[in-house]
């Protein structure tokens, strides 16, 4: 497969134009080049794709679980098959180094095969019923159309994470991926051409007017369930929206994660661990370490591996070999870290690699370690979104656990740790969503992803999948004697 980078949109099972005619340009941020085009959606055809989704969920919800997990697992063929085609138009759109690209792909195809192996199994239930002649039965049915709205730092797996389960549910979807990176949407939607995916069951409306689509999405009466993946802000302006017409809510935000280095930690371990979570994707992960809690006694030995592993990475354009860092997404990404930066330092922290001087070409931040850093700090009350890593030190388990909660946020948090019933207890005590022990990479199909507070509702993957997309219908039989 060569990636469409000049492509149509998807809707109704045809590749076509926006209503209007207009396209928008996507542009690479490693070097502000072109990388294509695509259609410029607007409400009009939102609602086109919403008629379509809605006409086609019948039929799709009629099918056998088993032949909607086919078709599924054909699709997950198809992207592994087309793997390297999705990983560079990735990289030239979102500036994720390529081998990061790569490891997206297989990660967003694992959805499909998960899902896959999952629909059989939405079970129902016999309930026993306090009447003799009766008989209580449950059944699972697919909540409808569903509104995906992705973001742009992983712009295949989270198309994935939705729409697989949404699929082998039996819900039809209207996608809208981020207007950064719809490119890689759409060639992920051409990769399922030829897997059986009747017209109608996923529509794609890339768009540069999220919030005229999204109020479309939100407010037609025939989507039932939006599920969206960005930041805090958008995702309670959504939720309101949603509001009016009651519909199922998933929403996957932002995230503040603390990492808690304890002194019975392996300090290299432990830096290891989280060089690889705070710099995945440049830092432009909501999962990814936001900041470092580290215990007095083995503060020195953690910051010496941290420094030196940090020092090591290598920036660059995505596609140069070698590169682990790339650029930020845009602009507003590089001022909205150098704002963290510049507020760290004026208020005492201290950069050990790395530092407020060291954007490049506009677009690129150094990776950079801060220590000497307060919980007033805005670097530790917000998410960062790049290359940066504040360390606090601690004396005390509980006090380091109060400032690891002391924040609206609620998706990640990592501890290190050979104590077990630290472990235990510390993780018990952590308010998140989802808890890494010695480990910096917690993202898997097999578990469920989502967060507590302010950082969203609902988890998406792992054994329950499926389940934010069925509705239990309970059906009562009586006069059976
Ligand atoms: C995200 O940042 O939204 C998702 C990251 C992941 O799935 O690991």
Redesign the pocket.
């Known amino acids: 497969m060569r990636p469409p980078h000049h492509t149509e949109t998807f809707i109704a099972g045809t590749w076509r134009p926006a209503r209007t005619g207009t396209r928008f340009t996507v542009r690479d941020p490693g070097d502000g080049t072109e990388v294509g085009s695509c259609p410029d959606c607007d409400g009009a055809d939102a609602t086109a794709a919403i008629a379509a989704a809605y006409e086609a969920r019948g039929p799709w919800a009629g099918l056998a679980a088993r032949e909607r997990a086919a078709v599924l697992m054909r699709w997950h063929a198809a992207i592994l098959r087309d793997g390297p085609a999705l990983a560079e138009v990735m990289t030239r759109e979102s500036g994720k180094p390529l081998a990061e690209s790569l490891a997206e792909v297989r990660y967003g195809a694992s959805f499909l095969q998960w899902c896959a192996e999952e629909a059989p199994r939405a079970l129902g239930a016999v309930i026993p019923a306090e009447q003799a002649d009766r008989r209580l039965l449950v059944v699972q049915q697919p909540v409808g159309v569903v509104a995906a709205i992705t973001?742009w730092?992983?712009p295949l797996?989270?198309v994935t994470?939705k729409v697989a389960p949404a699929l082998a549910a039996g819900c039809t979807v209207v996608l809208k991926p981020s207007e950064l990176t719809p490119l890689t949407a759409l060639a992920l939607v051409r990769s399922a051409e030829g897997c059986g995916l009747p017209p109608g069951v996923l529509n794609v409306v890339p768009t540069t007017d999220p919030a005229a689509v999204g109020a479309v999405l939100t407010g037609d009466p025939r989507v039932r369930m939006l599920s969206f993946?960005g930041s805090t802000a958008v995702g309670k302006r959504l939720m309101a929206q949603a509001a009016g017409t009651v519909k199922h809510v998933s929403l996957?935000l932002g995230g503040n994660a603390p990492a808690l280095v304890f002194d019975d930690a392996d300090p290299v371990a432990a830096a290891d661990a989280i060089v690889a979570s705070r710099y995945r994707n440049t830092g432009q992960?909501?999962?990814c370490t936001n900041r470092v809690l580290v215990q007095n006694g083995v503060a020195e030995a953690f910051l010496h591996a941290l420094s030196e592993r940090v020092e090591a990475l290598r920036m660059g354009h995505g596609l140069t070999p070698g590169v682990q860092v790339g650029p930020l997404i845009d602009h507003r990404a590089v001022a909205k870290v150098m704002r963290l930066l510049e507020d760290a330092v004026a208020r005492g922290a201290r950069p050990i690699v790395g530092g407020p001087g060291s954007v490049r070409d506009g677009r690129f931040v150094a990776p950079t370690v801060l220590v000497g850093v307060t919980p007033e700090m805005a670097c530790m009350q917000e998410e960062i979104f790049g290359p940066v890593l504040p360390v606090m030190r601690f004396a005390r388990e509980d006090e380091a656990v109060a400032v690891a909660n002391a924040t609206t946020q609620g998706l990640a948090a990592y501890i290190f740790t050979r104590d077990l019933a630290r472990s235990w207890r510390v993780s018990e005590a952590l308010e998140a969503g989802m808890v890494g022990i010695n480990t910096g990479l917690i993202?898997t199909a097999a578990a469920p992803?989502g967060g507590v507070k302010e950082s969203g509702l609902g988890r998406e993957g792992g054994p329950q999948a499926l389940a934010p997309f069925l509705e239990p219908k309970y059906i009562a039989v009586a006069g059976l004697r």
């Open positions: 973001p730092n992983f797996s989270m994470r993946t996957e992960t909501c999962v993202s992803f």
